[in-house]
């Protein structure tokens, strides 16, 4: 049998941003508590180590997706992927965290022993087959939402026909020579938009084929006010209050689409004729069928793709695919789209909590039967929490909110004696209506994976609200003692917490 090569308080599996986040505030509110961090990759940093391709950026302002702790510093809001993990490199040497990581360890499985109050988790590290074995008494789930072995790409008829390089964002070759080329981007989001007029001003012309528009909204990549507030305010001030800003600006504009969003829809859409003129095809291109947030918004700094549609380097065409054919695309109206690559920006493949196997003591764990507990927990899962961030904000204000919230549990936890922490349906809870772990975001991408997911409820605390300051009165404003988290200590037979919930769970 393979013996555990070592044993933490609390593990953390991804050393992306939630990650970091994860690490922080455990070693400023645990300091007693042991943890390390599995890293599958190479290099720290998730999404921003992973990709690679010409553009990459944030669609986030790096006030908010930055951290809380850590201020932005540099001109520019709406920043590149180098300059993010340049940030990230900078958080972990800054506040010691880089010597915690263990890099190049994929984690395949975890398993819960309640007799032992114990995670197992196998992993293996780069080029072995040999399988490690690492235990802890609290899991942190910090991997992200998507799979990281591949992306997205739906069944195209006739794909090996192609005479030319196919490549999907996600395995990106930074040896794609697409100078003075013909190049055809498949896809309507933030990549699609990304990647066309970061290669237009050196390809011969590129064209992004859409099945369907999004929205889009063009915005300056510098903060002015935050540049402002820098030169005038302490750093730290500077970026709170920015900070505070963007997340007030997100909130209202969110809300402003869910109350009224024929008004948003038409400002966005006069922006995009400010832009391109009143003789493009606004209706076809850039006009969706769903009201605007019902998918995530798309983000053009300085209006770079509008530029490049206006000088002629790039075009949009709004139409499906019937084939690929040796030298090109043939689309369902009989044009033939002449490409010598083809980038199939076609979405994430989701997975669920990194792509392992969970089993609680020894019955494998299926998380689409589960409730949510806050966006956070599961029900009837013991010690385990995660991060997911928000699909209409900065994924690091989840983050922070859920590295806070966890530290927190674990104090209490330590505070009464307990080594167990377990979400359970109350007796009222029961008769809850089965709703959708997302609702109102009908992206391709997750409606793939939402039969998949958690369930939530109608009720406190059994929702994944996607709302940020209703969030900070569920997360972080509430007792971890709340009746619903069951605290126990099978070494003494302790339990804490709800009398009846205490008794279900001796049951």
Request: charged share 25%; aromatic share 12%; net charge negative.
């Amino acid at each position: 049998m393979t013996e555990i090569k070592e044993h933490f308080d609390v593990l953390i599996v991804g050393a992306g941003i939630s990650g970091i986040s994860a690490a922080y505030y455990l070693q400023k509110m645990c300091p007693s508590k042991s943890w390390g961090i599995l890293e599958g990759r190479e290099n720290l940093g998730g999404t921003w180590d992973l990709f690679r391709y010409p553009g990459i950026r944030s669609d986030s302002d790096m006030h908010t997706l930055g951290f809380s702790f850590k201020p932005w510093k540099q001109a520019k809001s709406i920043a590149d992927g180098p300059s993010i993990l340049e940030y990230l490199e900078e958080t972990v040497d800054e506040y010691e965290i880089r010597e915690k990581i263990k890099f190049g360890f994929t984690v395949s499985s975890a398993s819960w022993c309640s007799e032992d109050s114990k995670w197992t988790l196998e992993a293996r590290s780069s080029g072995s087959q040999e399988p490690v074995l690492f235990s802890c008494n609290f899991l942190y789930m910090c991997s992200g939402y998507y799979s990281y072995k591949e992306g997205y790409t739906p069944e195209f008829s006739g794909l090996e026909d192609f005479a030319g390089q196919i490549v999907h964002p996600q395995q990106w070759s930074e040896d794609l020579d697409y100078v003075d080329k013909k190049v055809v981007v498949i896809g309507s989001g933030a990549t699609a938009m990304t990647l066309v007029p970061a290669m237009a001003s050196d390809a011969k012309h590129v064209t992004m084929l859409q099945r369907s528009p999004t929205y889009v909204v063009s915005r300056p990549d510098q903060d002015r006010i935050a540049n402002f507030l820098r030169k005038i305010l302490p750093g730290k001030l500077a970026y709170w209050l920015t900070r505070q800003k963007n997340i007030f600006r997100q909130g209202l504009v969110y809300k402003k689409t869910r109350t009224n969003p024929d008004e948003v829809k038409k400002l966005l859409l006069q922006g995009v004729r400010e832009e391109l003129g009143s003789d493009y095809d606004i209706e076809k291109h850039f006009t969706p069928s769903y009201n605007p947030w019902d998918q995530r918004l798309c983000l053009l700094p300085n209006g770079d793709l509008f530029s490049s549609i206006r000088t002629g380097k790039a075009s949009v065409i709004t139409e499906h695919i019937d084939s690929f054919i040796e030298g090109g695309v043939r689309l369902t109206s009989g044009e033939v789209l002449e490409a010598d690559i083809i980038v199939t920006a076609t979405g994430l493949r989701l997975v669920t909590l990194g792509e392992m196997d969970f089993f609680v003591d020894d019955s494998p764990l299926d998380f689409s039967t589960t409730w949510t507990y806050k966006g956070i927990g599961y029900s009837d899962v013991p010690n385990l929490a995660s991060c997911f961030g928000y699909v209409n904000a900065s994924w690091t204000l989840k983050a922070d909110l859920t590295s806070e919230y966890v530290c927190r549990l674990l104090n209490h936890m330590e505070k009464v004696g307990m080594t167990q922490c377990t979400p359970r349906l109350r007796e009222e809870d029961t008769d809850m209506p089965k709703r959708q772990w997302i609702e109102d975001f009908p992206a391709g991408y997750m409606k793939r994976m939402m039969p998949l997911l958690p369930r939530q409820g109608d009720r406190e605390p059994w929702l994944h609200t996607q709302d940020f300051h209703r969030d900070i009165k569920l997360i972080s404003k509430a007792s971890v003692d709340d009746g619903v988290m069951i605290f126990a200590n099978p070494e003494s037979d302790s339990f804490s917490g709800d009398e009846n919930q205490t008794e279900a769970f001796i049951s």
